[in-house]
């Protein structure tokens, strides 16, 4: 199994730009996660799923938009790239129950100049 | 709202000590804990994840302990080796009525070198 799969690893935009960050899991997952990672601010979360056609905002959830129309992929989209989305993003996925283990992508590096 | 804070934020020892990663929540209603790793440019790997009525979980040289009371949990590294050089993070899942849907809060983590 290839686990959590995000494209692309880097991408630079320039400012008003948009993008989609595409993630793909293979493990049957329920639940999927966007979340950030910025020095000293530690891992945030920007939107999640509880299930195909489920979305919901997470804790830093404005300037992106997310879809899940297959339960295997999850979709983070920048509508107008802005500086301050400048970090490392990680798609993570779980399957429902205590004992399930959080998987995560290796992530993806956007810069917006 | 829930916070987790990880203490020491780095550290550094010989190849072959043993050593404690600690990491502290302030709301003790959690549903689990689980400690990642993180190696650089890489995303999170699982570690070791622990229930809310358990104890401890152990895997191999690592050990990882629960008080919920406290909130507390505790990652505890036999025998370090320099490929345990890594970032590792803790993070809790808050108690949705039981369910999984809660939601996750991470701490800052704790960079550790151990160099040979």
């Known amino acids: 199994n290839a686990g959590v799969t995000q494209t692309p690893k880097f991408r630079v935009l320039k400012t008003g730009q948009s993008m989609t960050l595409l993630c793909a899991q293979d493990m049957n997952h329920e639940y999927m996660y966007w979340y950030r990672q910025d020095p000293g601010m530690g891992l945030r979360l920007i939107h999640y799923?509880?299930?195909?056609?489920?979305?919901a905002k997470g804790e830093v959830p404005d300037g992106y938009n997310v879809s899940r129309l297959k339960k295997q992929n999850f979709l983070l989209g920048l509508e107008s790239a802005a500086p301050s989305q400048t970090s490392v993003y990680f798609c993570?996925?779980?399957?429902?129950?205590?004992?399930?283990?959080?998987?995560f992508g290796n992530g993806t590096r956007l810069t917006v100049t | 709202k829930q916070e987790v804070t990880q203490i020491p934020a780095a550290l550094s020892v010989p190849e072959g000590e043993n050593l404690v990663l600690n990491c502290s929540f302030t709301?003790?209603?959690?549903?689990?804990l689980q400690w990642f790793r993180q190696d650089p440019g890489k995303g999170l790997t699982s570690l070791l994840l622990?229930?809310?009525?358990?104890r401890e979980q152990t895997s191999g040289r690592l050990n990882a302990s629960l008080d919920k009371s406290s909130g507390r949990s505790t990652l505890y590294i036999a025998a370090s080796q320099p490929g345990d050089s890594a970032t590792y993070l803790c993070a809790v899942r808050e108690d949705a009525g039981g369910t999984s849907y809660g939601k996750l809060t991470f701490g800052q983590g704790t960079i550790l070198t151990v160099h040979p």
């Open positions: 709301d003790s209603a959690i549903y689990n």
């Open positions: 799923s509880v299930g195909e056609g489920t979305t």
């Open positions: 622990i229930q809310s009525s358990q």
């Open positions: 993570a996925s779980i399957r429902q129950g205590s004992a399930s283990p959080l998987h």
